[in-house]
């Protein structure tokens, strides 16, 4: 599966927010029958996530509670969240509330003291195969303060190499999902 460094799409809400630093992934699914709606990619984005990332974050929360950064806590039960989850606007999983949700897009991010984070998950036609979908996540961070900017710096390293692998992880959790509809409606 092909990951590469793309820009941040033109039509994504995140230009009408205000960042300092942004950056976007891009891979490509497979979706014939048009079953994927933004709200599988919502669900999947909580699904998704290397196990080693999770260690880094766990690792990142234990590190910053200590100065009153924002932290996602202990999620019991987070397969109950994730099946009652609809990925409305104000909902929350962990550290991230959703934005706001249409068609193509979906808005997570979390605003604290020290910076605004958003992430956008963006679904769009392929222009070289109808069947095919390019699934960009982009990530956009606005400092609020000097505290902000010297948190990013080294959180910057590792982000480069976990988002990345949380798209692979998208895509393979999504594309198990059409494998497993195949030949049925999809309803969402």
């Excluded at 699914?29 to 709200?39: H, M, V």
């Excluded at 010297?150 to 393979?172: D, E, N, S, T």
Aim: proline residues 4%.
């Amino acid at each position: 599966m092909n990951i590469t460094k793309t820009l941040l799409p033109k039509q994504s809400l995140l230009h009408q927010t205000d960042f300092e630093y942004a950056d976007s992934f891009q891979g490509t699914i497979n979706d014939q029958k048009e079953q994927l709606s933004t709200k599988d990619i919502g669900k999947a984005f909580f699904n998704s996530a290397p196990k080693w990332t999770e260690h880094l974050f766990t690792l990142r929360n234990k590190l910053v509670a200590v100065f009153g950064v924002k932290t996602s806590g202990e999620m019991q039960d987070k397969a109950v969240h994730l099946e009652n989850f609809r990925c409305e606007p104000n909902e929350q999983i962990g550290l991230f509330k959703v934005y706001h949700r249409n068609e193509n897009e979906v808005i997570l991010g979390e605003d604290d003291r020290h910076l605004n984070f958003r992430v956008s998950l963006y679904l769009t036609p392929s222009a070289e195969q109808s069947e095919l979908k390019h699934l960009i996540i982009s990530t956009t961070v606005h400092f609020n303060n000097f505290w902000g900017k010297l948190y990013f710096m080294p959180v910057k390293q590792f982000h480069q190499w976990i988002v990345p692998a949380m798209l692979k992880g998208i895509i393979r959790n999504l594309e198990k999902q059409l494998e497993t509809e195949k030949g049925e409606p999809k309803i969402s």
